[in-house]
T-cell receptor
Framework: AQKITQTQPGMFVQEKEAVTLDCTYD???????LFWYKQPSSGEMIFLIYQGSYDEQNATEGRYSLNFQKARKSANLVISASQLGDSAMYFCAMREGPIYNQGGKLIFGQGTELSVKP | NAGVTQTPKFRVLKTGQSMTLLCAQDMNHEYMYWYRQDPGMGLRLIHY???????AKGEVPDGYNVSRLKKQNFLLGLESAAPSQTSVYFC???????????????FGPGTRLTVT
């Protein structure tokens, strides 16, 4: 069965430093997608970055990059130059099956709470 | 565009009462989803829909029903609320069309439901 594991319940990082949030996944599908979402204290879910299982390059979006290691089944989020506004809960998620499969359902990890210190 | 909206934002129910949560999206998305988020946990899929008139069960469907009579709306019903259904409920929508933005699920702001 598909599963997402985030082993870091909480992380601290100094402002302007980089931080890596861990995510490992388990799936028997060859085609799948990996996502990171940010949830600030206000509660909304904010999409950050996406990586397809067949994408050869690691995804990047501004200060966010996804360190995709397919053989190790890991999809870690790297935030460079942390800012105070990065303090939030971060969720890793996986789409089951190919991108055009029925439904595009997501499975979420339990999240990592990131605190950025000034 | 308003994106994905949810009504209501907060609700308190007594055990056994019923209610309906409304999700509306103005992005013409085919796919819509209902998730619940319990404290300290990630989101779990309750039900989803791949088009008007279609619904399917997700990971935690028991105690909930859904309907998708119009493409832009996805309703989540609790027929007889239980304290275990105290949670934050998120609606999301997605386009099945190919393209970069098709990857992303767009989330509503959430509904905080307390069942006493």
């Amino acid at each position: 069965a598909q599963k997402i594991t985030q082993t870091q319940p909480g992380m601290f990082v100094q402002e302007k430093e980089a931080v890596t949030l861990d995510c490992t996944y388990d799936t028997s599908d060859q085609s799948y997608g990996l996502f990171w979402y940010k949830q600030p204290s206000s509660g909304e879910m904010i999409f950050l970055i996406y990586q397809g299982s067949y994408d050869e390059q690691n995804a990047t979006e501004g200060r966010y990059s996804l360190n995709f290691q397919k053989a190790r089944k890991s999809a870690n989020l790297v935030i460079s130059a942390s800012q105070l506004g990065d303090s939030a809960m971060y969720f890793c998620a996986m789409r089951e099956g190919p991108i055009y499969n029925q439904g595009g359902k997501l499975i979420f990890g339990q999240g990592t709470e990131l605190s950025v210190k000034p | 565009n308003a994106g994905v909206t949810q009504t209501p934002k907060f609700r308190v129910l007594k055990t056994g009462q019923s209610m309906t949560l409304l999700c509306a999206q103005d992005m013409n998305h085919e796919y819509m989803y209902w998730y619940r988020q319990d404290p300290g946990m990630g989101l779990r899929l309750i039900h989803y829909s791949v088009g008007e008139g279609t619904t399917a069960k997700g990971e935690v469907p028991d105690g909930y029903n859904v309907s998708r009579l119009k493409k832009q709306n996805f309703l989540l019903g609790l027929e007889s609320a239980a304290p275990s259904q105290t949670s934050v409920y998120f609606c999301a929508s997605k386009s099945p069309v190919a393209g970069r933005n098709s990857y992303e699920q767009y989330f509503g702001p959430g509904t905080r439901l307390t069942v006493t």
